[in-house]
């Protein structure tokens, strides 16, 4: 008889690590709080628009097509994915608008035309990056840090024997400045730290491996939006046999004698041989392990930043705008300063304006577009979210004005806002970080939550807040680890 597994939530973790558990013979049910799945990966429409709801920046999308190959499927017969020619366009306060090419000659020729920083300058930072990201990925993105497995092997011992190259003694400012000259190209690199919701005056070098990942592997789109990420997982779960239980609460994790026995669903108790949580670390302690000693330590690591999304239906068409565009802050080290020291929102942020519509011409009526324009907001501690909403959306409205040299206001037709109060209560993410704990200081990777329990066999945990941390790529990475752990714990082939 099939041994059973439960998954907890059906985030993009969850989704992968069922797939994987299944396709190893496991029995699978996922039982999800929401009427969806993909947790943070969700749409909405309104009045004839599409709106991609959470992340928006598609990168490593070999990790999605592993796991269909994984089950013996072609990718593409379930996703459609095309590389950007652009990655980002960019405006800085000065009226400098930059394009950020994907083809690495046209975007080196674009900095050295637009900055006082050279092609070659640009090359050999990726370059170097790239170098971290070898020595790296395999360590700490790929195996659990939690076990002594992970460092016998030539792997290992490799980017230890590197560990200079990893650069994790100098901050990302620290490195980035060391490689450009011109406030602009600084500016430019900085901005990855956002990616994990990190601040990158603060953040490890190592984190450099961001820009390299967008520059040298490529954006990508998925044909439909990033809601094609999360039906395309969906369907491949069902199609493998995965059960999914939407509207499924999970309330408990029950353990025996330090092992799993069930999970209390809608007032049932459900049995398993293996019980893995997507639900945040924080709460998956705090609400499923009431009874259990909590790893404070680990749970209180500083989080992430959140997010303030406008979701914007716009009454019209703005060429200068591409897929992906970023308006930056003219002082960004006080806007990190407003985020993680003060927990307050800067009065002149860097707006991040996503339009979907650009490339899936469906998701706007003809001659409008579907704005999704986001600024970074400190996690919840409980601030006036409704008073910090209404300052910063004039913020907003006053920046796009003066880069797009016209009233935006009028041209809205129709607004939803989100805010790192609904991020939480839709998740289930703590505080509403967008992707768990922080990586603000070179030990951060060690700290964050393992993929498994160390005081009740059986139990595991995928997602954003355990290792290696949240965005897309690493959630599905966090799905491979804990299949790898499964697998060595039960003696599979
Ligand atoms: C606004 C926004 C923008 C982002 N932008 C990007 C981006 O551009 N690129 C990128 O790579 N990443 C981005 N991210 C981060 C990315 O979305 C997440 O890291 C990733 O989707 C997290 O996936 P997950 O599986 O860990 O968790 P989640 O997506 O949070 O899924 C967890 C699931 O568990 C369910 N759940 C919780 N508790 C229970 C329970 N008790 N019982 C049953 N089910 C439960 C939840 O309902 C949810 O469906 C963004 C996130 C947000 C919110």
């Known amino acids: 008889m099939s041994k059973k597994a439960i998954v907890i939530g059906a985030g993009l973790a969850g989704l992968a690590t069922a797939i994987r558990l299944r396709l190893r013979g496991f029995e699978v049910t996922v039982y999800e709080s929401n ?55 960019y405006f800085f306060p000065d009226g400098t608008t930059l394009t950020a090419w994907s083809d690495p000659d046209k975007f080196g020729k674009e900095i050295e035309e637009k900055t006082t920083d050279s092609a070659e300058s640009v090359h050999k930072f990726l370059k170097k990056a790239g170098r971290i990201f070898e020595l790296t990925s395999e360590l700490f993105m790929k195996r659990s ?15 230890l024997i590197h560990l200079p190259e990893i650069d994790t003694a100098r901050t990302m400012i620290t490195a980035i400045r060391a490689s450009f000259k011109d406030p602009k190209t600084i500016q430019l690199f900085s901005r990855y730290a956002t990616y994990n919701g990190s601040n990158p005056y603060q953040a490890p ?32 779960a069902e199609e493998t046999g995965v059960k999914i239980e939407l509207n499924s609460k ?77 308006l930056f802050s003219p002082d960004y080290e006080k806007e990190f ?21 650009k490339r899936n011409l469906e998701d706007a009526p003809a001659g409008k577009e579907n704005w ?3 600024i970074n907001v400190p996690h919840n501690r409980g601030q006036d979210w409704d008073k910090l909403v209404h300052h910063a959306r004039k913020s907003i409205l006053s920046i796009l004005e003066q880069n797009l040299g ?30 768990g704990n922080s990586s603000n200081n070179r030990f951060a990777a060690f700290m964050r939550h393992p993929n498994f329990s ?37 003696d599979l082939p």
């Not at 840090?145 to 980017?159: D, E, F, G, M, V």
């Open 406 to 435: 016209e009233p935006i206001e009028p041209l809205i037709l129709s607004e939803t806002v989100l805010d790192p109060r609904g991020i939480e209560s839709r998740t289930s993410s703590f505080m509403g970080a967008l992707y």
């Open 454 to 490: 160390k005081d009740i066999k059986g139990l595991y945990f995928c997602g954003g807040s355990v290792h290696p941390g949240g965005g897309i790529p690493l959630v599905l990475l966090s799905a491979k680890i804990v299949d790898d752990l499964v697998r060595e714990d039960h």
């Open 35 to 89: 009427t969806h799945t993909g947790g943070k990966v969700t749409e909405f429409h309104r009045d004839g628009f599409r709106f991609d709801a959470g992340p928006s920046l598609f990168t490593m999308p070999e990790l999605v097509d592993d796991l269909f190959r994984l089950a013996g499927k072609n990718p593409s017969d379930y996703i459609e994915t095309e590389q950007l020619p652009v990655t980002c366009n």
């Open 145 to 159: 840090l939690h076990r002594l497995s992970t460092y016998t092997n030539k792997t290992a011992w490799n980017a």
């Open 205 to 236: 070098a190592t984190l450099n491996i961001i820009p390299y990942l967008e520059h040298s592997r490529g954006a990508f789109f998925p044909k439909n939006g990033m809601i094609g990420i999360s039906s395309a997982l969906t369907k491949l």
């Open 337 to 357: 300063e407003f985020l993680f020291d003060r927990f307050e929102v800067f009065d002149q942020p860097t707006v991040y304006i996503y339009i979907s519509s």
């Open 372 to 374: 999704f324009v986001m």
């Open 250 to 326: 999970v309330e408990r994790i029950i353990a025996e004698k330090g092992s799993v026995k069930s999970v209390l669903v809608k007032g049932k108790y459900e049995a398993a041989d293996v019980i893995v949580s997507n639900m945040d670390i924080h709460y998956t302690y705090h609400k499923l392990l009431p009874d259990q000693l909590w790893p404070e330590r680990t749970l209180n690591q500083p989080k992430s930043s959140s997010a303030l999304i406008f979701y914007w239906a716009m009454n019209k068409s703005f060429p200068k705008l591409d897929l992906h565009n970023i």
